[in-house]
Nanobody, 124 residues
Framework: QVQLVESGGGLVQAGGSLRLSCAAS????????MGWFRQAPGKEREFVTG????????YYADSVKGRFTVSRDNAKNTVYLQMNSLKPEDTAVYYC?????????????????WGQGTQVTVSS
């Protein structure tokens, strides 16, 4: 069982930066592959980025590649999402998720555990 709690969301102007954190409970955090998703009002939840259990492999949606960076600190049971050059279209609730088994990282149904989400609003 893994419990996830996101933090770090807020209101930022276009071009600004935010760093989201996802703190996980449980001693097996380092065994889990992690993902970040986002959901804007009226839209489906979409993949943002994923990172494998070692942190050695990362995956990004084309829309955030070059602007967002995912990382993890297994000693702190935390995964991070550094978001730079933010755009109004990045406005959404951001969720972190955990999965034990392999897969594409890009589909919500592949994940076993989800956080409650944190709101990111980018003003133009």
């Amino acid at each position: 069982q893994v419990q996830l709690v996101e933090s770090g969301g807020g209101l930022v102007q276009a071009g600004g930066s935010l760093r989201l954190s996802c703190a996980a409970s449980g001693r097996t955090f380092s065994s889990y592959n992690m993902g970040w998703f986002r959901q804007a009002p009226g839209k489906e939840r979409e993949f943002v980025t994923g990172i494998n259990w070692t942190g050695g492999s990362t995956y990004y949606a084309d829309s955030v590649k070059g602007r967002f960076t995912v990382s993890r600190d297994n000693a702190k049971n935390t995964v991070y999402l550094q978001m730079n050059s933010l755009k109004p279209e990045d406005t959404a609730v951001y969720y972190c998720a955990a999965r034990y088994y392999g897969g594409t990282y890009r589909q919500p149904y592949e994940y076993d555990y989800w956080g409650q989400g944190t709101q990111v609003t980018v003003s133009s």
